[in-house]
């Protein structure tokens, strides 16, 4: 889709400075590898994909696509853009280790971002636009088990245009921190609440702002939120996030509450873009994907801290308060539901079903061609949506 923004100006009295982006590496492809070391957990971690061709080649060569059945051992060579995780050279001695891809890019995807330290912990926070920007603060808030640069081209744009924008990935996810459970951080849904309230003072947001969220588990900890702090808020939009209780869970995250097989699955180095890319109608360029897997291949931490937050969610429970407490009985602030049509995930139905509950207040705004990402599938559309329904 569309490339990386460009970088907006920032007031020098922010809490945060803009840092430039990193130029994308040049597409490669044959071998993924994973490592993993997190925090009292020790081992690590190889996969291996064969070589294979793309969908688009086999579709230039005739070949019929099969659809795989389910394969544990299979995440890397089902998946499209993890073939272009590392280029091996025609000496392999020389390259092709994950210490080598983690140099290549562990300068990549910190658009806009900076660390900032908020109570106990460290935050990364991107950030694009001035404090005094005349429109007011936007908020955008990531699901699980992605990050915030999913809105990098979302929030630049937004900032051409008059926002001030902030991006803050959940602490356990990105590059933020990622302590240890039962080390200060439980991965509860209210510890994610109390972190991001304080986030909010270190940042100086003392105005009613903004707020978008899209995807699951943290992305519904951040509605559950504005459900409580109401007063807090201008209006919200809301991306392709589960919204009723009819709403499906993705099978990698019931998988992640399985017992063994969750420790397996939380420490697959490319899980992050495999989910992408299953909920979407796109495939992910290589200089995206390497972003997304990133934390996964430098860390067992965020596999861990993934884990912890899908086993603690309470699916039904937050389901039931979202539902309810967005309903025309309880809520009139302004809702915009800007939703990917081609979401495998959660399908329009479900953003039908959520607007019929309060059609006064909330907006359905279908966004053609994106899927579960919207933000990361098709940013133009929904800048586009976003202006229309902020202003």
Not at 44 to 50: E, L, W
Not at 58 to 70: R, S
Not at 212 to 237: D, M
Not at 308 to 320: I, W, Y
Request: proline fraction near 8%.
């Amino acid at each position: 889709m569309s490339g990386c923004p460009c970088p907006c100006s920032t007031s020098a009295s922010s809490p945060l400075s803009l840092l430039p982006s990193t130029p994308a590496a040049p597409r490669r492809s044959s071998v993924a590898f994973s490592s993993s070391c997190g925090p009292r957990r020790r081992g690590a971690r190889v996969v291996v994909a064969a070589s294979s061709s793309s969908k688009d080649e086999k579709a230039e060569a005739g070949e019929k696509e099969e659809d795989p059945a389910f394969n544990p051992f299979g995440f890397v060579t089902d998946n499209p853009s993890s073939r272009s995780a590392i280029q091996l050279p025609e000496s392999p001695a020389q390259d092709g280790n994950v210490g080598q891809m983690l140099y290549r890019t562990e300068d990549k995807g910190r658009e806009f971002g900076k660390s900032v330290r908020s109570g106990e912990f460290r935050w990364f926070v991107r950030q694009t636009g001035s404090p005094d920007a005349w429109r007011g603060t936007i908020m955008f808030l990531h699901g699980a088990p992605t990050q915030s640069f999913s809105y990098r081209t979302v929030m630049a744009q937004m900032a051409d245009v008059g926002y001030h924008c902030f991006a803050p990935d959940w602490i356990g996810f990105g590059f933020s921190e990622m302590p240890q459970p039962g080390y200060g951080f439980d991965y509860k849904e209210e510890e994610f609440h109390k972190a991001f309230d304080e986030l909010l003072g270190t940042l100086n947001i003392t105005e009613p702002f903004y707020l978008v969220v899209q995807g699951f588990i943290v992305g519904s900890y951040g509605l559950t939120w504005a459900l409580k702090n109401p007063n807090k808020l201008r209006k919200v939009a809301i991306l392709n996030s589960p919204l009723t209780v009819s709403s499906p869970v993705p099978g990698v995250i019931k998988q992640l509450r399985l017992p063994l097989f969750g420790e397996f699955t939380c420490q697959n180095a490319i899980l992050a873009e495999r989910f992408i890319e299953a909920g979407s109608p796109y495939v992910l360029k290589s200089e995206k994907a390497d972003v997304y897997r990133l934390p996964y291949l430098s860390s067992g931490a965020p596999g861990f801290a993934l884990l912890e937050a899908a086993r603690k969610a309470n699916f039904q429970d937050v389901l039931s308060r979202i539902s309810a407490g967005f309903s025309s009985n309880s809520w009139e602030i302004p809702i915009l539901l800007a939703w990917g049509e081609s979401d495998k995930y959660l399908p329009l139905s479900i953003a039908e079903e959520f607007q019929k509950s309060n059609p006064k207040v909330v907006k359905l705004k279908p966004i053609e061609g994106a899927g579960h990402m919207p933000q990361e599938d098709w940013p133009e559309k929904v800048v586009s949506a976003l202006n229309s329904f902020l202003f």
